[in-house]
C-alpha cells in the first residue's frame, strides 16, 4: 500500500525520463507527451539550455532568503515588465500562490477604497488553484466541495458574457475581476476576441481591477507571450507560472499603477519565492522563447494541427468542436456517442498523454513541436477518438 494520500488516483505508469515532446517509461517505452506535463514543460523535457541553467546554478548557488538582493530575481522582474508592460513583481512557488498573492492585493486595494466587505467577481468554470482563496475564486463545485466555509467574497458570473459582468456596476463593494484569458481546465474555453477588451472598458468605468491568470495561457502558449496580447489591454494584476520554469515550481505576480504599490514591507512573503535557481531557470526560458522563434512555431504548427483536426474529425459524429488557439486544443465530445472515462487509459495503451477536461479532450503540447510530431500527435488522436466506445 503506498503511503501517499490519495488526493491523485495516478495512472500505471512511471517515467524515468524525458527528451522534447517524449517521456520514457520503466520498461524503455516511449510515449508522446500531448500535455507538457499539465502545460508546464513548454520548451519540452530536458531542454538542453534550461539543463545548463540548472546545473550551474546548483554549482554556484540555490537559496539566500529575499532578506538579501538576488540579482538574477531583479533582472526576471525587468525582463517580464519589459514584456508584460507591468511595473512590478512578486515571486511565489506557484499558479496559486501567484494568485493568492493577486486576491490580497485586491484586498489591499479595497482596504485603500475603504470597502469593508470586498468582493471579487470570477467565472462559472474557471480555475484560479486550490489554496483556500483561490478555491473560492474558481468557479467549479467539485473544486470546492468539502472546504466550507470559503473565503468570501467571490462572485461568480457566466465567462465570455459581458452583461453579466456588469449586471454587478452597482455593487459598490465589487473591487476586481479575475478571469483567465482562456479557461483552461474548462476544456479550452475561448472567448469572443472583443471580450477583454470589453471586460478592461468595465473594469475602467467601475474602478475595477483587472486580474488576468495567465498561470496557463502564458509564456508563449496561445502563440503570443500572454494571451492577453491579442487584446489592447493591460491589466492590473497579471500572474504566471507552469510554463515560466519550464519544470522548476516559480510563479509571479506581476502588477501595475496603483496596484503595484499596495504590497509595502512586511505585506507579504515567501521562503523559496523567487530563489536564485528558478530565477536563472526562467530567465533561459525566456531566452530560448525569445532566441529560438518559439512564438513562430507556436503559430505554424497550431495551423497546421487545426488544419488537420478539420479534416480528420469533423466528419466524426462524436466530435461536437475543435477549440484551438496557439497550442492550447480542446476537442469536445459528444458524451452520449463517447465514454469519455475509458479515453485515458485508452490513450495511454497507444503510448499518448492527453487530458479530459469537462466533455472535451485537452491538448497542451510542448511549444517546440516539429511538423513530424504533429502528424503523429494526429495520427493518435484520429485513432483515438475513431475507435472510442
Ligand atoms: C489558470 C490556472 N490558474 C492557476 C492554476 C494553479 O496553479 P498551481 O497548480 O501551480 O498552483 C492552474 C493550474 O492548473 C491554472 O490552470
Known sequence: MSKLMSNYIPLDVTFVS??????????????????????????????????????????????????????????????????????NVFFANSGAEANEAAIKIARLFAKDKGIEEPAIISANESFHGRTMATLSATGNDKVQDGFSPLVSEFIHVEFDDIEALSKHSNNDNVVAVMLEPIQGEAGVI?????????????????????ILDEVQTGMGRTGKMFAHQYNNITPDLLTLAKGLGNGVPIGACLAKGRAAKLFTAGKHGSTFGGNPLVCRVALSVLDVIENNSVLANVDKMSQYIHTQLESELSDIPAVQSIRIKGLMIGIGLDDNLIDKTKLLQKALDDQLLINIAGSSIRLLPPLIISSDEVDILINKIVKLIETAD
Not at 38 to 61: F, M, R
Request: glycine content about 6%; aromatic content about 8%; proline content about 2%.
Open 18 to 87: 524525458g527528451d522534447g515532446c517524449w517521456l520514457t517509461d520503466k520498461s524503455g517505452k516511449k510515449y508522446f507527451d500531448a500535455l507538457s506535463g499539465v502545460g508546464v514543460v513548454n520548451l519540452g523535457h530536458c531542454h538542453p539550455d534550461i539543463t545548463v541553467s540548472i546545473v550551474e546554478q546548483a554549482k554556484t548557488l540555490l537559496h539566500t532568503s529575499n532578506w538579501y538582493h538576488i540579482e538574477h530575481q531583479e533582472v526576471l522582474a525587468e525582463r517580464l515588465c519589459a514584456l508584460s508592460t507591468m511595473d
Open 190 to 210: 475561448i472567448p469572443e476576441s472583443d471580450y477583454l477588451d470589453k471586460v478592461k472598458s468595465l473594469c475602467e468605468k467601475n474602478d475595477w481591477l483587472l
